[in-house]
């Protein structure tokens, strides 16, 4: 039988002490030192979880105006110098036919126009006191056939003045028996009007128009003897032009109506068959002259 071994009672109070410190409940003691660490370990990690994420840039909307990565870079060159040639989304030499033009279109480079025409006036008869026409033979109105002297200058896109310089002639011959007798009718019309282009295109424009002018008109008797008669009207007009250009060249074509006043107690009687004789000019006072024309000219 194995005796108990004896320790010395301090020898036993230090057997007890890990005994006693891992059955008693741990007591912490916080200290300055402490304290220092723990704030030390706990403020990376806050630092860490307070931390925003990171914002990702929203990529920008592709603008409409801009040619895409993809089309080819001659097509996004060609549209800025389209856009430049063309002011104001204006097609300019690319628009065809006929278009309402703008106030704010350009004034075109060549603005004087100089041209030729031939002119068909229809106009009523004559009414001569010294010879009787035949109504069986002559209608309710002549032509008279002529050419005419233009002048154009655009002041504005919309806006143009016009002079024009017209004449016509007719003759009334007799019958086969009096083969001899000839009345000729010759006039000469001048007139200043203004036109509104209210359709213009490259190679065509349209324009009404309307003007002041006189007309003097020549009658002469060939008959047994000669004479003559001379007096002057007054015209007030209007009409339609077209204008079809090309380059320096323009056709011209034109359809108006003239209003003509004339004052039958105003006329020269000259010539032997007319000596001693008051006659009043052989037209009605008031008249109303159908004119057309065509012609070509050339734009400076």
């Known amino acids: 039988m194995i005796a108990p071994v004896t320790r010395p009672p301090a020898i ?12 008693a409940p ?68 690319g628009r065809r036919g006929l278009s309402w033009s703008r106030a704010d279109d350009p004034v075109p480079e060549r603005r004087f126009l100089l041209g030729v025409e031939g002119v068909v006036i229809q106009a009523p008869p004559l009414r001569p006191e010294v010879v009787r026409f035949d109504r069986r033979f002559l ?34 011959a007799g019958r086969e028996d009096e083969s001899s007798a000839v009345v000729s009718q010759d006039q000469v019309m001048a007139d200043l009007g203004v036109l509104l282009y209210v359709a213009r295109g490259d190679m065509a424009q349209l324009a009404f128009d309307a003007g002041l002018g006189g007309m003097g008109t020549r009658v002469v008797y060939e008959l047994d003897r000669d004479g003559s008669q001379r007096f002057g009207s007054g015209l007030v007009r209007v009409g339609a ?21 004339t004052d039958r107690d105003r006329v ?6 007319l000596e001693g004789k008051a006659l009043q000019a052989p037209i009605a006072g008031l008249q109303t002259y159908f004119v057309a024309t065509a012609g070509v000219g050339y734009r400076f």
């Open 268 to 273: 020269s009687n000259d010539g032997e068959l």
């Open 241 to 261: 032009d077209a204008e079809f250009v090309f380059e320096r060249v323009a056709f011209v074509v034109s359809v108006r109506s003239y209003g003509v006043f």
């Open 12 to 23: 036993a109070r230090l057997a007890s002490a890990p005994a006693r410190l891992v059955s």
């Open 139 to 172: 209608g309710r109105s002549v032509s008279l056939g002529g050419l005419g002297l233009l002048g154009r200058l655009r002041l504005h896109p919309r806006i143009a003045v016009e002079t024009t310089v017209r004449s016509g002639s007719v003759r009334y």
């Open 26 to 93: 741990a007591r912490l003691v916080l200290t300055p030192a402490r304290v220092v660490l723990a704030l030390a370990l706990v403020a990376p990690a806050s630092a860490v979880a307070a931390k925003p994420a990171k914002a990702t840039p929203a990529e920008p909307r592709p603008d409409p105006t801009e040619p895409s990565p993809t089309e080819p870079i001659g097509k996004a060159q060609s549209e800025p110098e389209a856009a430049e040639a063309s002011p104001r989304g204006g097609s300019g030499r």
